[in-house]
């Protein structure tokens, strides 16, 4: 559920205590979330993960909740859309008690946000969490002297260790009794002056649903869109009442008689939050061990981001991971798919022996059964195994390593350097690196990030570009056929990177006009990665899901195309019509009209391209068998491919239209059909163009592959 | 002398920063406020972004958005 797209605003029940949880990007918000409400919500180590907001329920000793995953802010003050949602969700959706989930390895900062909602809800319970991690680094906290300073119940606890939640549901559950004293945060005197008088004049208009004070200072900043909703949640006129207006203007015209310039009154207010975070923690609650250094994740960053090393270490850990992937898929698909067969043995005697007409058995079983069966075989072991690798590296930080190393080149291309962030999600799935997107601030680099996401193959892309370069490019031996796939996929990869920068630069000069903006981007700590997490919530969040999505497509894709290969018309099949149709644009690219065929009715996932072809070209529509490469290979040549159209293909399964899934979270997030079919054509004529292009050097060269 | 031309190594203390709207409101967020001590850790292999340590976090910076904050060395 999205913050501010229709989250229920009202609670279920009176009974249920409503908790939300709010923190700085990154501090184990979700891991906290998950621990509590025992959902599966991902996590990353990476700024911005949580950009679709959960909300979740749980019962402690008796009590009921409701907690809701605020994005994660720095701060309530920028106008970036997650600090506006998480600003009025605290504001104006009545929450019991707000939760302010704290970093331990780097409190100071992380007190900022603290005293901003501290200022703004009523109860607030700050809560400290990898401690261990601080620990781990030399910095010991005195959880006590900091709830002695803030005035607010606090609580520290290492979410990944499950350490100290205990304590924490104690304090959610006797929210009650606690006692909120929050520490008074002091503004310039000119600016406490002004304050004050104001506060005098709204205090019958807020009668307690709002702030005062920080209702005040809201005034006399001048924040229109926050003071007119303000005016809506009372049900009356605050920033327009004619006596609140005149107090604000003339305190304002008084404070820039004193010299205090109104439009850096922000500036004086952050100022004085960051100053009391210092205050607070230099008095006696963060200590610095001796030993305690930041050496060691320094040393780290300083070989990853070297100037020779960085580079290598990206593309070896990239080669690296598609080759685990490559090797150790085999084996199962193999198990799995004559798991399948056995399976379909079995069916085919049920449906004989329930003398189910042949027609709708075949449909079923050699229709839609396969189909789904072979989706599955070929898909699940390389995802099963790419997801947790992708998210240990992930656990560990590394990702914004990359964005920073990648970051120069995206300046180039006046893009922004978290786009190496959402090409990374794209590798997972690319409707997951559309949505991640959100993580850019500025508008026009995060559209340049969601209309080239898909030029990064996606998970359900890697088994035919797998195969393809087994079967094409391999000669002998396991070992070495393995390493050219995973060689091969990873050269496609980089080929993507470097797509994704042209295109942007083109379209930075013509439909995206612009120049690159500022880029603040947080480097979180190496944290070791916890394994069997990881593996646990990788498969089950990521991996069932994607499969989930890929098998509901499937199934009616199955049924369509084996209707299609057995409807004729003049004693020709519907498909071989549409690929003899679609053959003089397959030919100038490079491919033929089946294969394209098998793209236009992939349309809803990649994963089933493939298939398709087989099926068409079998003739029989009926997907037969490939589980050893050697017969794929003979299917294929005996239908006159060549290395030369394996290459084509294999570019055309890198660049072409995005999946129907993605184009429609595409069309969610832009909410614009001109962004969704851009979206659409770029990546289908690059893939277009590459392939003529490659098939005309094929026949200009007279190379005959 | 402003932050970009810090090295990995170097150290300063922030005079004032020279840019308004969401930069700088991203900056503030980030405890870069006058009189808070920055220092360079390591840059990127391309010499831009750099990475500095600002009240215990480490933050990446380009150094164009770097050469609009004034530092004493």
Redesign the interface.
Known sequence: MIIGEGLERKKQSDKIVRVALAGNPNVGKSTLFNLLTKGHQHTGNWPGKTVVNAVGQFKARGVEFELVDLPGT??L???SPEEESARDFLCFDKCDVAVVVCDA?????NL?LALQISQLCSRVIVCVNLMDEAEKKGIDINIKALGEQLGLPTVGISAGKRRGIGRLIDMLVNFKELSYFPIKIKYKSEIELAVSSIEKEIGHITKGMLPKRWTALKLLEGNEKLTKKCDEYLGKALSTNPKVTRVVNEKRQELVNLGIDI?KL??YI??SL??T??EICNKDVIKHRPTAN?QR??RL??IL????V??LVMILLLALVMWITVVGANVPSQLLWEGFSFLEKQLISLANFISLPTVISNLLIKGVYRVVAWVVSVMLPPMAIFFPLFTLLEDLGYL?RIA??L???F?KCSAC?KQALTMCMGLGCNAVGVTGSRII?SKRERLLSILTNSFVPCNGRFPTLIALSTVFFVFEGAILGNLTAAFIVTIIIVLGVFVTMAVSVFLSKTFLKGES?????????FRRPRVGSVIVRSLLDRTIFVLGRAVSVAAPAGLVIWLMANIKIDGVTVLSLLSEFLDPLGKIMGLDGTILLGFVLGFPANEIVLPIIIMAYMGNGVLTDYSSLEQLKNILISNGWELKTAISMIIFTAFHWPCSTTLLTVKKETKSLKWTALAFILPTLTGMVLCIGWNLLCSLLNLSL | MTLNSLMPGQKGIIKKINTSGELRRRLLDMGLIKGTEVSCLFKSFCGDPKAYRVRGTVIALRNNDSALIDIMG
């Open positions: 720095y701060s003050m920028a106008s390895t780097c409190l100071e900062r900022n439009n922000q500036d952050v100022a960051v100053l975070a210092e930041y994740d320094l960053d300083k981001t070297g100037k020779f960085g580079p914004p920073f190393n970051d120069g080149a300046k350097g601030d903006s500022a880029f603040v981007l947080e480097m979180p700590p």
